[in-house]
């Protein structure tokens, strides 16, 4: 059972470190729409979403190298370090070499600078974590949290910066992390010319290159939805179509704080006996709490999308179920993917992430015509459940994870039923049916937890 309170532990205690965060995009939105305009909002999304697109590819991914060799006990740590900010100024020195053309495009220097500090804060938070200071790791997260919130409020409030306000805190909350992060870790201690090591740097880059363009095609299979709708349905189905997306990503929030615990017990853990089981158990239990989030987000669609906007979207209810499928069978195919990291064999995930863009873009192609925008929603569970079932098959190359099917099939046959009911919400039969539907989709998928609980409880 250790292993099972050591996931657990580290789980509470990266929550807490990261909820915050997480949550501050929610908290914020109030402030940044009354004093940004429309355009300016956009503009900071688009900004922050090209950051996220440029870190891996101008950094090599070796962010997650760092990460995963740091866990690895066999590894020098000052060694590991060392070659992940060597191998980072890769984008620093790119960023000088196109500093002359950038300049000429609108914040094209301020997204370069963002995405160097970005990658250098991201790499000693992911060495901390990998070495075991989880606590650290949290920390970072809360301080960060709280230099966002103070320097949006007096950067964008008191001094009326508006978009360069907004930016100006991202920035200061990646330094202030970083100073944090170096101080605390006494980094110097860990960084020195004579610790790089060519042998592992070639190592490690043979680990992360494939996961760039893994990220890139993990991110248009997210993206490539609002593109089609913007071209073939027009703007504001796009706007309805973000609506709807904020709600299912409340499931994302706590799906991804809990694997920064996961990845931890993943790499551990690998090479034990046990692994399919342990692997088996931790799967299920994600499924079954993913499969109850799911049911409680569609059965509260309507309601979330009326208090979160105007009538003018009300219409996003519909969509809502289909992207919390979404979520639901891509946090699914990002536990499968564990396996692959834990074992070093990152190229076969590239394969899956592009066999589920194609089918993503494809269902885009065939149900948006069909059924207007909730089509781009269908299109994104339908190929993230591909996803999922193509790294479960691939993982057997290297450890057994049993799915129980049979609840599965069934969870997914009661969603699919509860999104039906919930067009005739009107009715009382059905809103009686709802009511019997949520019932039984809880008891199945709680009901795994009922020999767990015992042995907690005794």
């Not at 239990?285 to 049911?295: D, E, K, P, Q, R």
């Amino acid at each position: 059972m250790d292993k099972y309170k050591k996931l657990f532990s580290n789980s509470a205690i990266f929550a807490i470190g990261n909820l915050g965060s997480k949550m501050i995009t929610f908290v914020m939105v109030p402030l940044y729409t009354r004093y940004l305009t429309t355009s300016q909002y956009g503009q900071s999304d688009v900004l922050s979403t090209l950051v996220s697109l440029l870190t891996p590819v101008l950094t090599l991914s070796i962010i997650d190298a760092v990460f995963r060799f740091a866990i690895d006990k066999a590894s020098d740590n000052r060694h590991v370090l060392t070659n992940g900010i060597y191998i980072s100024l890769i984008s620093a020195l790119i960023c000088v070499l196109l500093s002359p053309v950038l300049i000429h495009f609108h914040y094209g220097i301020y997204v370069c600078v963002l995405t160097y500090a970005s990658a250098v804060e991201s790499m000693f938070q992911q060495f901390a974590r990998g070495i075991g200071r989880s606590k650290l790791y949290a920390s970072t997260g809360i301080l960060m949290t709280v230099i966002t919130v103070i320097s949006n409020i007096i950067l964008i409030v008191l001094f009326g910066w508006g978009l360069g306000g907004y930016l100006a805190s991202m920035l200061i909350a990646q330094i202030g992390g970083l100073i944090y992060l170096v101080v605390a870790l006494k980094a110097w201690q860990y960084i020195s010319f004579k610790y790089f090591n060519k042998t592992l740097a070639v190592k490690m880059l043979i680990y992360s290159m494939p996961l760039i363009p893994n990220a890139v095609s993990w991110w248009l299979s997210n993206s490539a939805n609002k593109i089609f709708i913007a071209l073939m349905l027009g703007a504001s189905a796009n706007g309805i179509y973000a609506v709807a997306n904020k709600i299912p990503s409340l499931i994302s929030v706590f799906y991804t704080i809990f694997t920064q615990a996961w990845q931890i017990s993943a790499v551990e853990e690998f090479k034990s006996k046990d692994v399919g089981k342990f692997f088996s158990t931790v799967l299920s239990a994600t499924l079954n709490l993913l499969f109850i989030g799911v049911a409680v987000l569609t059965l509260s669609s309507k309601f979330l999308v009326h208090i979160l906007s105007t009538p003018a979207y009300y219409s996003a209810w519909q969509i809502v179920p289909w992207l919390a499928l979404a979520v639901l069978y891509s946090c699914a195919s990002s536990f499968i993917g564990t396996v692959y990291t834990s074992s070093m064999k990152t190229g076969q995930l590239l394969s899956t992430t592009m066999a589920g863009a194609v089918i993503n873009i494809v269902m885009n192609l065939i149900m948006i015509p069909i059924m207007g925008v909730v089509g781009a929603g269908v299109g994104a569970a339908v190929s993230f459940a591909m996803v999922s079932i193509l790294r479960l098959q691939g993982s057997r190359h290297f450890i057994h994870i049993s799915v129980d099917w049979k609840l599965v099939v069934v969870s997914q046959i009661l969603i699919l039923v509860e999104i039906i009911l919930m067009f005739f919400a009107s009715n009382l039969l059905a809103i009686i049916g709802l009511v019997i539907v949520i019932l039984v989709i809880i008891f199945v998928n709680v009901r795994p937890f009922m020999p767990v609980l015992k042995q907690l409880k005794r």
